[in-house]
């Protein structure tokens, strides 16, 4: 009887809604991510095989698939038919993808196996591994390849240089960051009366710093395009870099709301920063997100830059990508109902709003749509 695999490594992402981990037993080892139980219902464990530790078989090993077991891979699609050596888990370690979607394992540093991303988000997921070399209808492996043949090589060691440039000591990127955001914004909004740190203590640094002009408060994010954003490299393909960073700002006017009011708003901005990386989501123009901290009858905001009518705001790239700004503005039941009836209501939405000039500033308001 096969004996109960053996974990030798495991690591969660960033905010712990997945967990990567190798698990190996007396026949075959895999690379498996697993979903925590917030986002067990949206997405499924996805797998990876790394290596037969035994004689492959000539075909689909359906008898382990039958008995629960991890199949083995047949022997004419791995490059050690006869079986390799087990695994030794002082020599593995594991990279998680900037988006925290996707991850890597190296053992002595070399890539073994690589589950992306995207493959959370298809139906028949995939994964890439050193030892496979060839593949049929039947099997989720696909092989690594040499280097230069396959774009994973370069998306693990870009992962590998960002994590290793966020703990050097020697050389800090978050004051470099912080300080060409707060002076972009300082440059159109005046000069920051507060600053909060939104990170809650982990990584990235995130922070929301308070400005004031002509009567209106602003809060505006920064650090949160450190990091790009989940989903949005499946959904954009080549065009993702203009897609996948953002921050985030809500504009109010003084005289509509109270203190307490502002501040709740400006305490809903700083949750609704982190989303994409805690339920493995993105955010982008004409989103909407559901908040507990608005002032009735908005229950929720909605996400734009058109709605903007300032003076142009500059942000500095990030990673040579494009960093989008969003204002966040309320909204109420019936206008959330407007833009969740179709898909891509939000835009419609918008449009909506900008014919009742309605623009970036918060202002009490009446309803667009009338019952």
């Known amino acids: 009887m096969s004996q109960e695999p053996i974990t030798l490594i495991e690591q969660p992402n960033g905010r712990h809604t997945l967990y990567a981990a190798v698990e190996q037993d007396e026949r075959t080892a895999y690379f498996y991510l697993y979903t925590a139980e917030l ?29 629960g077991m991890a199949p083995m891979l047949p022997a004419r699609l791995c490059n050690h038919p006869q079986g390799k050596e087990p695994l030794v888990a002082s020599r593995l370690s594991i990279v998680w993808m900037p988006e925290d979607d996707g991850a890597a394992v190296l053992y ?25 070399i060839d593949v049929d209808q039947q099997q989720l492996v696909f092989p690594l390849g040499e280097r230069g043949s396959n774009e994973q090589y370069d998306r693990v060691a870009e992962a590998v240089k960002f994590r290793k440039e966020w703990e050097s000591v020697e050389e800090p990127r978050w004051p470099v960051i912080q300080e060409q955001f707060i002076n972009a914004y300082e440059e159109r909004f005046g000069k920051m009366q507060q600053y909060y740190a939104i990170d809650n203590k982990e990584w990235p640094p995130m922070a929301m710093g308070k400005f004031e002009k002509d009567n209106v408060v602003y809060f505006l994010t920064m650090g949160v395009s450190i990091r790009p954003m989940p989903w949005v490299a499946y959904l954009y393909n080549e065009s993702a870099s203009a897609f996948r960073r953002m921050e985030l700002g809500i504009a109010i006017n003084k005289a509509d709301f109270t203190e307490e009011e502002i501040m709740k708003m400006a305490e809903g901005l700083s949750v609704l920063a982190d989303i994409p990386w805690r339920h493995i989501s993105w955010l982008g123009e004409g989103h ?60 419609e939405l918008l449009e909506k709003m900008i014919e009742n000039d309605i623009t970036h500033v918060v202002n009490r308001r009446d309803e667009i749509f009338q019952q």
């Open 288 to 347: 909407t997100v559901g908040s507990s901290k608005l002032t009735a009858p908005f229950e929720s905001l909605v996400l734009s830059a058109a709605l903007y009518n300032g003076d142009s705001l500059v942000l500095p790239e990030m990673y040579g990508d494009k960093v989008n700004f969003y204002w966040t503005s309320p909204i109420t039941p019936l206008e959330l109902g407007f833009a969740h009836r179709k898909p891509n209501g939000g835009y």
């Open 108 to 132: 002595d540093g070399e890539i073994l196996g690589v589950i992306p991303g995207w493959s959370l988000y298809v139906d028949e997921p995939a994964a890439y591994a050193a030892d496979c």
């Open 39 to 67: 986002i067990s219902k949206k997405y499924r464990m996805r797998a990876c095989w790394l290596r037969n530790l035994q004689a492959g078989p000539s075909g689909r090993d359906s008898a382990a698939m039958e008995n």
